[in-house]
């Protein structure tokens, strides 16, 4: 069983920055054999894909919506995973998810995680 804890959400005028965090624990969970990403859910939209990062942190990929201007990266020693988003527009508003994927490379498509977090909302005001 894997714990997915998001946190660095909140307001933010358009422009501005955030950095989400998203702490993972488990007794039997390695945090290092895993791909995480993070995927974000505006209201009456679907839950779309940001970024992800294998387990080694060696590769990533992002949303066309974001690439530029986020930036995931992981730290395999302290079980975190982090969203650093720069140049926010009002369109990213959205809740923001921390997921665990099923295999060490990272994969950009939601089913291939099979662990989430409660989320964290973020809100970018023009």
């Known amino acids: 069983q894997v714990q997915l804890v998001e946190s660095g959400g909140g307001l933010v005028q358009a422009g501005g920055s955030l950095r989400l965090s998203c702490a993972a624990s488990?007794?039997?969970?390695?945090?290092?054999?895993?791909?995480m990403g993070w995927f974000r859910q505006a209201a009456g939209k679907e839950r779309e894909f940001v970024a992800a990062?294998?387990?080694?942190?060696?590769?990533?990929s992002y949303g066309d919506s974001v690439k530029g201007r986020f930036t995931i990266s992981r730290d395999n020693a302290k079980n975190m995973v982090y969203l650093q988003m720069n140049s926010l527009k009002p369109e990213d508003t959205a809740i923001f998810y921390c997921?665990?994927?099923?295999?060490?490379?990272?994969?950009?498509?939601?089913?291939?995680?099979?662990?989430w977090g409660q989320g964290t909302q973020v809100t970018v005001s023009s």
């Open positions: 488990g007794r039997t969970f390695t945090f290092s054999l895993y791909a």
């Open positions: 990062i294998s387990a080694s942190g060696g590769a990533t």
């Open positions: 997921a665990a994927g099923r295999r060490a490379y990272y994969s950009t498509s939601a089913i291939d995680f099979n662990s």
